[in-house]
């Protein structure tokens, strides 16, 4: 099947369409073809047409059409169930965005139908392409830090503004579900299940409010990995920092992919979504003869694209999944104990 084209459709025609996924796949177009996106609306032009797509109000149009292998749900999360579902009674495989959907429910009954049928269902879990994450997984990896004991995972900023216009608590405003959909995942892709998880989830502004802080720690052994995040931070902190028996490493900066699509800086850049020099983390350790070392890293190369790489091998060439149902029904289980108080 070398060489062979799958052709998706959307459903969503949105930022995340227009941002996260299709410049991404437009790079693999010797593999992967965008033929059709479905919009309630699609006479909207917040986004400029892609060339050769044909858009549609008609959803029975998208899901009808022969050639179409996988449908993409980009709508917000309150739908992803809805349209999950008929994605999957018509007999496509599906990708569907992150949060996967409102409950573990939700979640589980999609995944029976995905394999009553014979079909692929999965998360787009793209931030495991981050390139901070996977330099601080390569160094732990290595051994250079000796055991691990620690990882801190950051995801802040400071945009007061956003809890502050929400007045009623929701899933759909959670901070919670909206972030740690991102660094949960990424955790339990290293990790897999972890031994026990504490969950510091608040509302800062007051019961009711929307919930814009949140603070897990996932214990496997004797490491313990936090993943927090916050909308008050007016200084962000490290996006990694590791600790182990033998140094530490501190990654400050996130992976740079988001920051050049608000730009709308594409991957057809060359440097598209690369560290410079002054953003490669430092690793700071004693080797075996009990000699300081301190060195900066030259960042790993992230690309939201390997995403759509393996999600080709999978669907063309019976690869298994890069995101797996128990890792999305795991990421889902937490989200929704997390917030069960709110």
């Keep these: 099947m070398e060489n062979q084209i799958m052709t998706v459709g959307f459903i969503g025609n949105g930022k995340s369409t227009n941002r996260y996924h299709a410049p991404f796949i437009r790079r693999l177009g010797d593999k992967i073809r965008i033929k059709m996106i479905y919009a309630r609306h699609p006479e909207k032009r917040d986004w400029d047409r892609l060339e050769g797509v044909i858009y ?28 999950a579902k008929k994605v999957l009674q018509a007999g496509k495989n599906c990708v569907v965005e992150k949060p996967f959907t409102s409950t573990v429910k939700e979640a589980e ?51 007061p503004e956003v809890p502050e216009k929400v007045t009623e608590y929701s899933k759909g405003t959670s901070f919670l579900y909206s972030h740690a959909c991102h660094t949960l995942d990424q955790v339990i892709s290293w990790m897999g299940e972890p031994d026990r998880v504490h969950f510091d989830v608040r509302q800062l502004l007051g019961s009711g409010r929307m919930n814009d802080y949140f603070d897990l720690d996932l214990y496997y052994g004797v490491t313990k990995i936090s993943v927090k995040s916050s909308y008050f931070r007016v200084k962000e902190r490290p996006s990694f920092v ?20 608000k730009l709308f800086y594409m991957p057809e850049h060359g ?5 410079r020099p002054e ?62 108080e709110m």
């Design 279 to 340: 953003d490669y983390g430092v690793l700071t350790w004693y080797d075996g003869d009990g000699v300081f070392h301190e060195e900066k890293v030259v960042t790993e190369k992230g690309g939201y694209e390997k995403y759509y790489e393996a999600l080709y091998e999978t669907v063309i060439n019976g690869a298994a999944p890069c995101v797996k149902p128990e890792e999305t029904l795991l990421v889902m289980r937490y989200l929704e104990e997390g917030t069960k």
């Design 109 to 159: 009954e999609l995944f029976a139908i995905a394999k009553e049928k014979g079909l692929m269902l999965q998360g787009y879990q793209n931030r495991r392409f981050d390139s901070d994450f996977l330099t601080a997984k390569k160094i732990a990896d290595s051994g250079v830090l000796g055991s691990l004991f620690e990882v801190e995972m950051h995801f802040d900023y400071y945009r």
């Design 271 to 275: 440097d598209f979504g690369e560290d």
């Design 56 to 83: 549609t109000d008609d959803l029975q149009k998208l899901l009808g059409d022969p050639e179409i292998q996988v449908i993409i749900v980009t709508t917000p999360m309150s739908s992803h169930y809805e349209y």
């Design 242 to 261: 590791l600790y182990g028996s033998r140094g530490m490493f501190v990654k400050q900066t996130k992976d740079r992919q988001e920051e050049h699509l």
